[in-house]
């Protein structure tokens, strides 16, 4: 029988840390301008002071167009603060256009519904008075996802899922949990933890992004190999759509047609709110394992995660830092790559594991890689590679936003290819989106790689794109810069997002890629779930 879950306590003297409107995360952890400075300095042609930290009160937000009726006032605010930051996504496009003042349209309201009826009396309301309604999670997306771009509508609402992030209950047999859709990664995981269970799905963006827009977006989590995409752990799902309501059944598998699950995962809220979710969960993982190997050749980096991929070892981390990433991340300063291995499990020892993939990395030329001896958590740092890049991986898109105040263009694009194109491909992203860079700018550019995920049959490259901006045009910039990756992207037969998902920005490559009978079938359902068209418009669709 399924177990009821009680809300952990959270100590009521902790203050809440501020959340910024603008940039990523807390805003007691953005860089100083001091650092902003230091880093500025590292990219010739950036600005010569940071640009002001954005203040709501110097945006021109005017009354909402509409109200609500007073049955929703109780879910809906019209709070400037509120307001704004609902009005955009956390990419460097949302960020620099909120340091230049230029942010995109503000929602006329923001709505936090606390039950599945909320959300269908919220939709009803909205399908009567053209409001468009944009689902929003945790508002981490970076492709243009929780914005409204059109004018077809008298008005927009912000559809925020926060307020439902309880885990419902936890089905121990089966090792699975109903988990509402706005939960948070650490308000999750804080609510597994006591019974011994993970749902170990880790995105970059673990502690500002939702259970509901994991889902939604297919999100990548942290982990290189198995269980790469959220869809992975999913059993079934309960969505609310303006023409119906509805959950599939748990199932660890089923052939009975096309699965209704696979509808919603990745929908980006254009189909319908995902409200809640059975999730497959895990034990947490007792043994640990990580080491790095460092190499001279690129290109023979490329060949030994190849063969790790395709072995049997499965394992946690397998990230390839080029030259460029791994001085970055300090993981190391004499121009190798590195490629950083990890093994976890919950039930056995992992070091042979981790023995074998290094011998797999040395025979195609890696060096080093002592491996830090299998153990039980908490796990000590690791070697020194490893923990360097993990630490500069949680801060990057803190420095990102500090380099964005210094008028640089600094963003990330990701995709994935099978491996007999992967090294054109790379090359070919190092070489347009550079040159491309060069020619928008006339400052050289940074371009730099690093495997994400592996899998047996190719693998998803993760590029970082630096260079300072003209003061004013950055967004510009990077429109004409992603424009150039778009088309490598589409010549190489690689997708247009492994995981950051469509939403607005991705949308020619997306049209491009997928069969126009699939398109057909998107219409259609869209049609019929939403016959207002009032669900995020732009988003994956007309
Ligand atoms: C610094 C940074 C790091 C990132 N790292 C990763 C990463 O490692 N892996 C990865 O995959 N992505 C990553 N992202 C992108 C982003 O975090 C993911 O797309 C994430 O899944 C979005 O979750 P969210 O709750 O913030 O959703 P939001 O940004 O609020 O929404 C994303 C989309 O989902 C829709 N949506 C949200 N909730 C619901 C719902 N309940 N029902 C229906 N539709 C909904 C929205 O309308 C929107 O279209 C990163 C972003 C940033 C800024």
């Known amino acids: 029988m399924p177990e009821t879950v009680s809300r952990p306590r959270t100590d009521p003297g902790t203050p809440a840390r501020a959340r910024s409107w603008w940039g990523w995360g807390y805003t007691d952890a953005h860089p100083a301008d001091a650092e902003c400075l230091a880093m500025g300095a590292l990219l010739p042609g950036t600005l010569a002071a940071p640009l002001p930290i954005p203040q709501v009160a110097d945006l021109a937000i005017g009354r909402p167009a509409l109200t609500p009726p007073s049955s929703l006032e109780r879910l809906v605010t019209a709070d400037p603060e509120a307001r704004a930051a609902h009005a955009m996504g956390k990419a460097y496009r949302d960020v620099i256009r909120a340091l230049r003042g230029r942010p995109g349209r503000i929602p006329d309201l923001v709505a936090h519904p606390g039950s599945d009826q909320d959300v269908a009396d919220l939709l009803d309301w909205a399908g009567g008075h053209e409001v468009a309604v944009i689902p ?9 996802g929780v914005e409204y771009r059109g004018d077809d509508h008298r008005a927009v609402l912000s559809l925020d899922l926060t307020s439902m992030d309880r885990v419902l209950e936890i089905d121990t047999a089966s090792r699975s949990a109903r988990i509402q859709a706005g939960a ?5 995981e804080d609510q597994l933890r006591p019974h011994g269970l993970t749902l170990r799905h880790f995105p970059q963006s673990f502690e500002f992004s939702t259970l509901g827009g994991w889902l939604a977006t297919r999100a990548g989590g942290h982990y290189a190999t198995v269980h790469t995409h959220i869809d992975d752990f999913v059993q079934s799902l309960r969505v609310v759509a303006p023409a119906a309501t509805g959950a599939s059944w748990r199932l660890p598998g089923s052939g009975a047609g096309p699965s209704p699950d696979r509808l919603f995962l990745g929908s980006e809220g254009a189909l319908g709110v995902i409200t809640e979710a059975w999730m497959r969960l895990q034990e947490r993982p007792r043994h640990k ?3 790095s190997v460092a190499f001279t050749d690129f290109g023979r980096a490329l060949d030994a995660v190849r063969a790790v991929a395709q072995s049997d070892l499965a394992p946690a981390n397998c990230r390839l830092l080029d030259p460029g990433e791994a001085a970055l991340s300090g993981a190391s300063r004499d121009g190798s790559s590195v490629l950083v291995l990890g093994f976890e499990s919950a039930t056995a020892p992992v070091g042979d594991r981790l023995a074998t993939a290094l011998d797999l990395a040395r025979a195609h030329g890696g060096r080093g890689g002592a491996p830090t001896t299998d153990r039980d958590e908490p ?4 070697d ?7 630490s500069a991986f949680l801060r990057m898109p803190y420095l990102r936003d500090g380099l964005a105040r210094m008028g640089a263009v600094v963003e990330t694009f990701e995709t994935a290819a099978t491996w007999d194109v992967l090294p054109a ?9 550079g040159a491309a860079a060069l020619k928008a700018t006339g400052h050289p550019a940074t371009v730099n790689c690093r495997l994400t995920h592996v899998y047996p049959d190719g693998a998803a490259p993760y590029f970082t794109v630096a260079v300072a901006g003209r003061p004013g045009d950055e967004v510009e910039i990077w429109d004409e810069i992603k424009a150039v990756a778009g088309d490598v992207l589409h010549r190489h037969r690689a997708t247009v997002t492994h995981h950051h998902a469509v939403g607005r920005d991705h949308r020619p490559g997306y049209d491009r890629q997928r069969p126009e009978p699939f398109a057909l079938a998107l219409r259609a359902a869209k049609d019929a779930l939403d016959p207002h068209h009032v669900l995020n418009p732009g988003v994956l669709l007309d």
Do not use: K
């Open 136 to 144: 929003f999670g945790g508002g981490s997306s970076v492709v243009g």
């Open 184 to 188: 948070l990664g650490p308000v999750l």
């Open 289 to 291: 394992a990580s080491a």
């Open 379 to 382: 796990a000590p740092a690791g």
């Open 384 to 390: 020194a590679a490893v923990s360097a890049w993990r």
């Open 425 to 433: 491909l790379i090359d070919a992203v190092r070489t347009e989106v």
